[in-house]
């Protein structure tokens, strides 16, 4: 079993800054992409940033000039720096990986979502 725990959500004024944390622990032997969703009020769950093991990253059009992705392979985290931070920004924000376990099988795992509320 693989657990995602996030921390560093928050509120927050328009224009302030935020850094979300993911630490990934269990059975893991490998992780693939390693990332963060968000799904606001009413809406669906869209992808915000996402990394891949060799680091490369890929980001949502409305936030690639503000929110910065990196990981540590070492210790299975990934990070999310959130800049200029608007009120469209408003979201639960969930950590996604995908983990090949002892099984030799790839899962995508979630975490429990931390809740980002920017607001004046």
């Known amino acids: 079993q693989v657990r995602l725990v996030e921390s560093g959500g928050g509120l927050v004024q328009p224009g302030e800054s935020l850094r979300l944390s993911c630490a990934a622990s269990g059975s893991i032997f490998s992780i693939g992409a390693m990332g963060w969703y968000r799904q606001g009020p009413g809406k669906q769950r869209e992808l915000v940033a996402s990394?891949?093991?060799?680091?490369?990253?890929n980001y949502a059009d409305s936030v690639k000039d503000r929110f910065s992705i990196s990981r540590d392979n070492f210790k299975s985290t990934v990070q999310l720096e959130m800049n200029d931070l608007k009120p469209e920004d408003t979201a639960v924000y969930l950590c996604?990986?995908?983990?090949?376990?002892?099984?030799?099988?790839?899962?995508?795992?979630w975490g429990q979502g931390t809740q980002v509320t920017v607001s004046s």
């Open positions: 990394t891949a093991s060799d680091g490369s990253a």
């Open positions: 996604h990986a995908n983990v090949l376990g002892p099984a030799i099988i790839w899962n995508d795992y």
